[in-house]
C-alpha cells in the first residue's frame, strides 16, 4: 500500500467516522457501506487485507485500548458469563457452525468447513458496545459483551490453528488439537502475568510522561509478540497485561494519565474507523477470486452460514445464561437475576469483524504433499462466506440492534443515581482531603499566606460541590443547572482572556513563547472545569 492511499484510507474513514457521531447510524455500519461503495468508484486502489499487518499490528492496540478502559472488577464479577461467550461459544460456533455448513453448502469439506467455523466464531463487540452504551443498556450486558470481544479472538485463533492443521497434513488429532489450545491458552496468560509488573514498575518509574506515553504505545505490540514469539497466544498476553494496568492507572503521575488518555483516545479512533472501512473494501478481492462460486449456489451457501451462525448464538446463549443458575444455589445467590430479555440482547449482538477477515485471509494457498499436496479446499469459497457472514450481520444485527433494544424497554443506567453516588464518592474523598490539609497546615514548616491558604479550601469545596450542583434544579430561563452555567461563565472569562493574550503577542509586548505558556495555563484551567463534570 502506498503512502498516498494509507492517507487517503484514513482520512476517509475518520471523515466519515466523525459524521456517524452527529446522525442516528452507528460509524462501524456507516464504515462498512461506505467501504463497499468506495470499492467500485472509479480510481479507488485496491485494498487487500493484510493478515500479517492486521493481527499483529492493529490487533494488540485495538485490544488494549479496550481492555485499559474495561473494569477488571466488573469482569471478575462476571467471569462465568464471559468464559461460556469467549471460550464456550466460540468451540461450540466452531463445531456447530462447521458441521452445518459442511451438510448444507455443496463441495465443502468436513475439515475446511471446519476452518470456516472457526474463522467466524468470534464476534466482534466493538458495534455492539457501542450502541450499548450510546442506547444506555444495563451495565452487566455492556461488561459481559465487552468481556467477550477481549478473550473471544484467542480462542478463535487457536481453535483455527486446530482446524488447519487438520486440513493441511500437520494434525496430531483431537489429543494434539487440545493440547495446543491450553498451552496457547495457558501460555498467553502466563506471558502476559510475567510482563504485566516488569511494565508497570517501568510506567511508574519513568518521570518524563513522553517516555511514558511512548512505553504505552508499545507495551500491546510486545506483549503480542513475546507471546506469539513462544507458541503462546498474544492476544490473552495483551489483555491480561492492560488490565493489570488499567486496574493500577491511579498509580502513574497525572501528566500520564491525561496525555495517555487523549492519545489511546485518538489511536483507538484512527484504528477503529479502518478496520471497519477496510472491511467494506475487500469486496472486489473477495468477488476476483470466487470463480465457478458465483450466482444462486453462492447467494444459498451464504445465506446458509449466516442463519446458522445466528441460530448457533442463540442455541448457546439461553442454555448458558439460564442453565447453569438452575442448576447451581450458589450461583443464584451471586448474580443477579435476570430475564430473556438480557440473553435476547446478548444473543442478537453477534456481528463479526474484520478479525474473521484477517483469519480469512491468513489461509494458506496450498497444502503439504502428505495431505495430498495441491491448492487449499474451497480457499476462495471460505473467504467469500467470512466477507458475506461480517456483511450481514453488521447490517442486519446492527441495524436491528438498536430498535430491539428500544423494543424490549430494558431498565436503562439512571443518570440521576450516577450523579447522587458521584457525588457521595467525591465527598467522602473531600473530608478525608480536608483532614489532611489540616494535618499539614498544623506543621509550622507548612505555613502559607492566608490568601493562599483559602485558595486550598476554595478548591477544595468547589469540588465538592461541583457533582451536587448537578442535582439541583435548573436555570428556569435557560435550563442550566447551575454548575453548567458556571463552567459557560467560566469559559467566556477564558476566551476573553485568551484574546488579549494573543493581542499582545501580535503587538510584540509578549513573544510566542510566553504567549503558549499563558495559553497553557489558561487550558488547564478550562479543562479542569470540563473534568469536573466527567467530560
Known amino acids: 500500500m502506498e503512502v498516498a492511499q494509507l492517507i487517503a484510507l484514513v482520512a476517509g474513514s475518520a471523515a466519515i467516522a466523525g459524521a456517524a457521531r452527529r446522525g442516528p447510524v452507528p460509524a462501524p455500519l456507516l464504515l462498512v457501506a461506505a467501504g463497499l461503495v468506495a470499492s467500485y468508484l472509479p480510481g479507488v486502489p485496491e485494498y487487500e487485507l493484510d493478515p500479517h499487518i492486521v493481527l499483529p499490528l492493529l490487533l494488540p492496540p485495538l485490544l488494549y485500548t479496550a481492555a485499559v478502559d474495561s473494569s477488571y472488577l466488573d469482569l471478575r464479577a462476571n467471569i462465568r458469563p ?132 511512548t512505553l504505552s504505545l508499545l507495551i500491546p505490540f510486545v506483549a503480542y509478540a513475546a507471546a506469539e514469539r513462544v507458541h503462546a497466544s498474544g492476544v490473552l498476553a495483551v489483555v491480561v497485561v492492560a488490565l493489570y494496568l488499567g486496574h493500577r492507572s491511579w498509580q502513574v503521575d497525572f501528566a500520564t494519565r491525561l496525555q495517555e488518555a487523549a492519545v489511546w483516545k485518538m489511536v483507538a479512533f484512527i484504528l477503529e474507523s479502518v478496520v471497519f472501512a477496510l472491511i467494506g473494501l475487500q469486496l472486489p478481492v473477495v468477488l476476483a477470486g470466487l470463480g465457478e462460486y458465483e450466482g444462486l449456489t453462492a447467494l444459498w451457501s451464504a445465506l446458509v452460514v449466516f442463519v446458522a451462525v445466528v441460530v448457533a448464538r442463540f442455541v448457546w446463549v439461553f442454555p448458558a445464561t439460564f442453565l447453569p443458575r438452575a ?13 430473556w430479555k438480557a440473553p435476547l440482547i446478548v444473543g442478537w449482538a453477534g456481528m463479526r ?71 457521595q464518592a467525591q465527598n467522602e474523598a473531600s473530608q478525608v482531603a480536608e483532614a489532611r490539609l489540616e494535618e499539614l497546615l498544623a506543621d ?41 452555567t458556571y463552567r459557560r461563565l467560566s469559559g467566556e472569562m477564558i476566551a476573553a482572556e485568551r484574546e488579549v493574550f494573543v493581542e499582545l503577542r501580535d503587538a510584540r509586548r509578549i513573544d510566542d513563547e510566553m504567549m503558549r505558556v499563558l495559553l497553557r495555563r489558561l487550558d488547564l484551567e478550562e479543562a479542569a472545569a470540563y473534568r469536573e463534570r466527567g467530560d
Do not use: C
Not at 327 to 339: N, V
Open 82 to 213: 464471559v468464559a461460556l461467550l469467549s471460550v464456550g461459544y466460540v468451540l461450540f460456533a466452531t463445531l456447530a457452525v462447521g458441521y452445518a455448513a459442511h451438510l448444507l453448502v455443496p463441495d465443502l469439506s468436513l475439515t475446511a468447513a471446519l476452518v470456516l467455523g472457526a474463522v467466524i466464531a468470534p464476534p466482534d463487540a466493538v458495534a455492539a458496545t457501542a450502541i450499548a452504551r450510546k442506547l444506555g443498556l444495563p451495565h452487566r450486558i455492556t461488561t459481559i459483551l465487552q468481556g467477550e470481544s477481549l478473550v473471544n479472538d484467542a480462542t478463535a485463533i487457536t481453535a483455527y490453528k486446530v482446524a488447519l492443521a487438520a486440513v493441511v497434513g500437520e494434525s496430531a488429532g483431537w489429543t494434539g488439537g487440545i493440547v495446543e489450545f491450553l498451552v496457547a491458552s495457558v501460555g498467553g496468560v502466563g506471558v502476559g502475568l510475567l510482563l504485566m509488573v516488569p511494565l508497570h514498575w517501568l510506567r511508574t518509574h519513568l518521570r518524563e510522561p513522553l517516555l511514558q506515553n
Open 327 to 339: 442448576l447451581s444455589a450458589r450461583i443464584r445467590a451471586r448474580e443477579p437475576d435476570t430475564t
Open 353 to 423: 469483524g474484520v478479525v474473521s477477515l484477517a483469519i480469512a485471509f491468513s489461509i494458506p494457498m496450498t497444502v503439504d504433499e502428505a495431505a495430498g499436496g495441491g491448492p487449499f479446499p474451497s480457499r476462495n469459497l471460505i473467504l467469500f462466506l467470512t466477507f458475506t457472514t461480517v456483511i450481514a450481520t453488521l447490517v442486519v444485527q446492527g441495524l436491528t440492534l438498536p430498535p430491539l433494544i428500544r423494543a424490549l424497554r430494558l431498565p436503562s443506567r439512571d443518570p440521576q443515581a450516577e450523579t447522587l453516588a458521584e457525588a
Open 444 to 484: 509550622e514548616r507548612n505555613a502559607l499566606p492566608q490568601p493562599l491558604e483559602q485558595r486550598l479550601r476554595t478548591v477544595l469545596e468547589r469540588r465538592r460541590n461541583a457533582v451536587w450542583e448537578r442535582l439541583g434544579e435548573g436555570n428556569p430561563l435557560t435550563g442550566e443547572s447551575a454548575d453548567d
